[in-house]
């Protein structure tokens, strides 16, 4: 099975850094990659999908990038509302693989 | 306005088996796949399987092979995810997710969760 690995699994930024999640494939996934964000208590919502689109409603500072088997989520300019932890997973065919998570917190 | 409700909270013996539902409302049942997704304690989250509504064919995460069955009443609109011989591991926090149809499974509805909690 194609493994999802994240990194950094955590990370502190200041309200208005430019953040970069990366989510690494043990096999090309070609596009089929989307991005969750979950805040504590709550049940993630779908942020991106097919690797760069924007779900409707996301605000344009998050963006995503990438294809085969390296991705990214960016956050152009962090704000105090980002603070969750954000789940990348593949869905092409096989397993629908999470990556363990990224811990977005603010300093 | 699509609706995932799941059902409430439980607690579960060492060995038993748990029933969890999810009832779907806002579109039409049988033309998206549900999946359902676990979480345990401080921890990520991990994919259990996927359903076909429509006709019941489902896949299942290869960890979970033999000890989960997912199910589909259509008449209810509610899908079913039911895990046996339940360990002190199985303590989670289940989602039931809905994706986004045909050639577009990313999953854009959520239920709210329901905790299962195992333990004697």
């Known amino acids: 099975d194609i493994q999802m690995t994240q990194s950094p699994s955590s990370l502190s930024a200041s309200v208005g850094d430019r953040v970069t999640i990366t989510c690494r494939a043990s096999?090309?996934?070609?596009?089929?990659l989307a991005w969750y964000q979950q805040k504590p208590g709550k049940a993630p919502e779908l942020l991106i999908f097919a690797a760069s689109t924007l779900q409707l409603g996301v605000p344009s500072r998050f963006s995503g990038g990438g294809s085969g088997t390296e991705f990214t989520l960016t956050i152009s300019s962090l704000q105090p509302e980002d603070v969750a932890t954000y789940y990348c997973q593949k869905y092409n065919s096989g397993p629908r693989t999470f990556g363990q998570g990224t811990k977005v917190e603010i300093k | 306005q699509v609706h995932l409700v799941q059902s409430g909270a439980d607690v579960k013996n060492p060995g038993a088996s748990v029933k969890v539902s999810c009832k779907a409302s806002?579109?039409?049942?049988?033309?998206?796949?549900i999946h359902w997704v676990r979480q345990a304690p401080g921890q990520g989250l991990e994919w259990m399987g996927i359903i076909n509504p429509s006709g019941a064919t489902t896949s299942y995460a290869q960890r979970f092979q033999g000890r989960v069955t997912m199910t589909s009443d259509t008449s209810a609109s509610t899908v079913y995810m039911e895990l046996s011989s339940l360990r002190s591991e199985d303590t989670a926090v289940y989602y039931c997710?809905?994706?986004?149809?045909?050639?577009?499974?990313?999953?854009?509805?959520w239920g709210q969760g329901t905790l299962v909690t195992v333990s004697s």
């Open positions: 806002g579109y039409t049942f049988t033309n998206y796949y």
């Open positions: 997710a809905r994706d986004q149809g045909l050639a577009q499974p990313w999953l854009s509805y």
């Open positions: 096999q090309g996934i070609s596009n089929y």
